[in-house]
């Protein structure tokens, strides 16, 4: 298995400052991400602008805030060159046709669809056009509805990831739906990935260890700033605690072990399992009972489980109490 593909999405995390979006993305590189990903929210083309907020932000009106904090064709050139001198894909995650264009301009090399332009057929027919990869987010839709987007991906090529996703901020426990991985991947027989809105890291390893090849983590500098996304984001510490983790259980899930490899275990076997042991002084002779033997430490004599193939064999010489027996110790000797 190749390294999972681990987006830190900054969303509007930089509250419409130019400086914080470009100091996430150093935080994002430092941290070990292989993405850093924003959204691009073109206001006029997006959204009326008596459109309701979401239910857990109230603190502006919805084309107000996206008009804040949007930036310029200019500045998301500027944001992209610095991402790749940091040696992150840059991806920013459409919400029209306007913002499409826009990130073709600029050059990106897929795009991440969000969960809630899944039905958004128009954009999703420009976004397969480019031919560039994409990861389908999948949070509010139903299987019919990701049927369709889907679908209309397939048409023009077959370089998508869908992603299981919850869109509630943040999302309980019960509500993570890990079961739908292996579902997306039994429907459509692609690989599948993860985006995360938990509070913690445990979905994410859990995805990575059921085969997710791509998750996805917002990234804030503090859960106490300003805006949408923040309150639900993983702060510094917690993400690089998420790098280390998924690429710690990549390389657990690319190494294979074969159990009836017992090479790296033989010293060990040698001081914790046991051997045959004499419980008393066998004298020369004596036909071995059960009840002058045992199985003791350490476990480079007659193995314990032999143990019963010691009883009824005669002592070919003297025993000393608490030895090792020995195979040759026996008559008939007993068989290596």
Not at 79 to 84: F, R, T
Not at 248 to 265: C, F, G, H, Q, T
Not at 274 to 301: N, Y
């Amino acid at each position: 298995m190749s390294d999972v593909f681990i987006i830190a999405e900054v969303g509007s995390v930089h509250d419409g400052s130019f400086g914080n979006a470009g100091k996430l993305i150093d935080l994002a590189a430092d941290l070990g991400a292989s993405c850093i990903k924003f959204q691009t929210h073109i206001a006029a083309a997006e959204t009326t602008r008596n459109a309701p907020m979401p239910p857990y932000f109230k603190g502006e009106p919805r084309f107000e805030y996206f008009e804040r904090t949007g930036f310029r064709l200019e500045q998301w050139s500027l944001l992209k060159a610095k991402a790749d001198e940091r040696g992150l894909e840059f991806l920013s995650s459409p919400f029209s046709v306007e913002a499409v264009e826009l990130l073709e301009r600029i050059g990106v090399s897929r795009y991440k669809i969000p969960s809630g332009e899944v039905t958004n057929i128009p954009m999703l027919e420009v976004v397969a056009q480019t031919g560039k990869p994409v990861l389908l987010s999948s949070g509010m839709s139903d299987w019919r509805e990701m049927d369709r987007a889907v679908e209309t991906i397939l048409k023009r090529h077959d370089k998508l990831t869908p992603m299981q996703c919850t869109s509630a901020y943040p999302t309980a426990n019960d509500r993570v739906g890990l079961n739908v991985l292996g579902e997306m991947q039994a429907r459509w027989g692609m690989p599948v990935g993860y985006s995360d809105h938990t509070l913690d890291n445990h979905a994410i390893f859990a995805a990575v260890a059921l085969g997710a090849v791509a998750v996805e983590k917002h990234l804030t500098f503090s859960r106490a700033m300003y805006g949408s996304d923040a309150p639900h984001s993983a702060e510094p510490p917690q993400f690089a605690d998420l790098v280390k983790g998924v690429r710690a259980i990549s390389e657990m899930l690319a190494s294979r072990v074969e159990k009836n490899d017992l090479d790296p275990y033989r010293s060990m076997k040698q001081i914790f399992e046991k051997s045959v042991v004499a419980r008393v002084d066998i004298a020369a002779g004596a036909t071995i009972t059960a009840e002058m033997v045992t199985v003791k430490k350490p476990g480079d004599g007659i193995p314990a489980a032999r143990l019963g193939d010691v009883i009824g064999r005669r002592a070919r010489g003297p025993i000393a109490a608490d030895t090792l027996l020995r195979p040759d110790d026996m008559e008939p000797a007993l068989p290596g």
